[in-house]
């Protein structure tokens, strides 16, 4: 069996028009990270105003104030600077 990165899907769902899942119907959401704790491969992040806490094992390289695409509580994706969740 071949667990190379190189296979990986760049998103664990891939979303709708809408930015939904089109597996689960969840929608993902660009959050901004505040503090990360490697140990245990979760952070910090604000989402509508609010602090919550996702898994980050699925990204590589985060820090702080890097902003991320979220679905169900994981983090799926990096946003490109400059760039906003559906341009």
Not at 6 to 21: F, G, K, L, S, V
Request: aromatic residues 2%.
């Amino acid at each position: 069996m071949n667990n190379s990165s190189e296979n990986a899907q760049p998103y664990a769902c891939q979303p709708d028009p809408d930015h939904h899942c089109l597996t689960c119907s969840d929608e993902m959401v660009t959050v901004s990270v505040i503090r990360i704790d490697q140990d245990t491969g979760l952070a910090l992040v604000e989402v509508s105003n609010q602090i919550e806490e996702i898994d980050i094992t699925l990204v590589e390289d985060i820090s702080p104030g890097d902003l991320l695409l979220a679905h169900g509580g994981v983090a799926i994706g990096r946003l490109e600077e400059g760039k906003t969740h559906g341009s």
